[in-house]
């Protein structure tokens, strides 16, 4: 038979494993969904009335750099907004410093059980993944300092990291940065920031200052606005001008940035959002750690619980799921066959989980 000419994709881009997204009900159903790590309390409600008032305005483009939202992030959080970009879901930026600061030939590096979107997007842009073992499920600094070699370009770190929840306090950050090549992008990934109670974590925004090889990557997919897929990050200049020359002109629609905007200003909700998930998070790891579950310690709005092997986890995913809530299988995507992540929902949820997984630990 003769092979079908057609266009072909470039070297490598067959061999990269596509992102695997957390399980959801069918339609209609009344499963409980705490597989993608979404707000336990939905979304702002001036975030949600801004979105609905933009619906007036669906006819004209939206303000290509994201304006309005960049003023709000820099008033709330106290940056200077022309150091912010924003994109469409953090996702989107990720990809574009992947494809300005990776090219065939070099490397980046990472730990071992951090977001598996980084190995996807160093693989597009002909780069090579490298990965640095976690003792503990933790990123350890000198492992990744170890693995540097010169045609290391990039360095992913994601604080607190999914699917862990584990994070490297500001001391740690500082101290992997003080052992890179200037060269070297540093990228703080801090897409679960709003949930961190650690008195020693830092968004690291004073290195993105102080130097010019750090970037801080935040959403707000996380803190209610999944769907509306919005991301920001800040920036040195010359690296906030290298990806204002390749993002998509209006990467972020209107009423993404009308309510992302009323979402940042309403930081009632945020402090209320970070005080259910700490409350809940913290009273299900209490409930669910024992001799046959352990629940590794969580910064974000998650839990990763280890099973005994790989079929107990199997079995109370599949209980659960039967009880109408989904969780996170992390086998296949991470490399953890005996885990479960669970993303922290309503009193109700919490309660259901504990009480399933506890009574499935009894029989077994």
């Given at each position: 038979?003769?092979?079908?000419?057609?266009?072909?994709?470039?070297?490598?881009?067959?061999?990269?494993?596509?992102?695997?997204?957390?399980?959801?009900?069918?339609?209609?159903?009344?499963?409980?969904?705490?597989?993608?790590?979404?707000?336990?309390?939905?979304?702002?409600?001036?975030?949600?009335?801004?979105?609905?008032?933009?619906?007036?305005?669906?006819?004209?483009?939206?303000?290509?750099?994201?304006?309005?939202?960049?003023?709000?992030?820099?008033?709330?959080?106290?940056?200077?907004?022309?150091?912010?970009?924003c994109g469409n879901g953090s996702?989107?930026?990720?990809?574009?410093?992947?494809?300005?600061?990776?090219?065939?030939?070099?490397?980046?590096?990472?730990?071992?059980?951090?977001?598996?979107?980084?190995?996807?997007?160093?693989?597009?842009a002909g780069a090579a993944i490298?990965?640095?073992?976690?003792?503990?499920?933790?990123?350890?600094?000198?492992?990744?300092?170890?693995?540097?070699?010169?045609?290391?370009?990039?360095?992913?770190?994601?604080?607190?990291?999914?699917?862990?929840?584990?994070?490297?306090?500001?001391?740690?950050?500082?101290?992997?940065?003080?052992?890179?090549?200037?060269?070297?992008?540093?990228?703080?990934?801090?897409?679960?920031?709003?949930?961190?109670?650690?008195?020693?974590?830092?968004?690291?925004?004073?290195?993105?200052?102080?130097?010019?090889?750090?970037?801080?990557?935040?959403?707000?997919?996380?803190?209610?606005?999944?769907?509306?897929?919005?991301?920001?990050?800040?920036?040195?200049?010359?690296?906030?001008?290298?990806?204002?020359?390749?993002?998509?002109?209006?990467?972020?629609?209107?009423?993404?940035?009308?309510?992302?905007?009323?979402?940042?200003?309403?930081?009632?909700?945020?402090?209320?959002?970070?005080?259910?998930?700490?409350?809940?998070?913290?009273?299900?790891?209490?409930?669910?750690?024992?001799?046959?579950?352990?629940?590794?310690?969580?910064?974000?709005?998650?839990?990763?619980?280890?099973?005994?092997?790989?079929?107990?986890?199997?079995?109370?995913?599949?209980?659960?799921?039967?009880?109408?809530?989904?969780?996170?299988?992390?086998?296949?995507?991470?490399?953890?066959?005996?885990?479960?992540?669970?993303?922290?929902?309503?009193?109700?949820?919490?309660?259901?989980?504990?009480?399933?997984?506890?009574?499935?630990?009894?029989?077994a």
């Amino acid at each position: 038979m003769t092979d079908v000419i057609r266009p072909q994709p470039q070297p490598g881009i067959l061999d990269i494993a596509p992102y695997m997204p957390g399980k959801a009900g069918a339609p209609g159903s009344n499963a409980v969904k705490l597989s993608s790590n979404e707000s336990p309390l939905g979304a702002s409600p001036k975030a949600v009335e801004a979105f609905e008032a933009a619906a007036k305005r669906l006819d004209i483009y939206p303000e290509g750099s994201s304006r309005i939202l960049r003023q709000a992030l820099g008033e709330v959080h106290g940056i200077d907004p022309d150091t912010i970009v924003c994109g469409n879901g953090s996702d989107d930026l990720l990809h574009l410093l992947a494809q300005c600061y990776l090219g065939e030939g070099d490397e980046a590096v990472m730990s071992r059980y951090g977001f598996s979107v980084y190995p996807i997007i160093t693989k597009a842009a002909g780069a090579a993944i490298v990965m640095v073992d976690e003792p503990d499920f933790v990123a350890e600094v000198d492992g990744l300092l170890a693995a540097v070699t010169p045609r290391t370009k990039v360095v992913w770190l994601a604080n607190p990291n999914n699917p862990t929840g584990t994070y490297l306090p500001d001391a740690e950050i500082r101290r992997l940065h003080a052992g890179l090549r200037p060269d070297i992008l540093l990228v703080i990934d801090n897409a679960y920031a709003e949930y961190v109670t650690a008195a020693d974590f830092s968004v690291g925004l004073d290195l993105v200052r102080e130097t010019q090889n750090v970037v801080m990557v935040r959403t707000f997919s996380k803190m209610g606005l999944a769907a509306a897929r919005i991301g920001w990050m800040v920036a040195p200049d010359p690296v906030t001008d290298a990806i204002n020359r390749i993002r998509g002109p209006f990467n972020v629609n209107l009423p993404a940035q009308l309510a992302g905007a009323a979402a940042t200003r309403d930081v009632e909700f945020t402090a209320r959002l970070r005080a259910h998930n700490a409350k809940w998070r913290d009273w299900l790891t209490a409930e669910l750690h024992s001799n046959s579950m352990r629940v590794v310690p969580s910064q974000a709005n998650f839990i990763m619980v280890l099973f005994p092997d790989a079929a107990f986890a199997a079995r109370a995913f599949d209980e659960l799921f039967q009880r109408g809530l989904i969780v996170r299988e992390i086998g296949a995507s991470y490399g953890i066959p005996n885990g479960l992540r669970i993303s922290i929902g309503s009193e109700e949820a919490m309660r259901g989980v504990a009480g399933i997984l506890k009574a499935l630990v009894k029989i077994a």
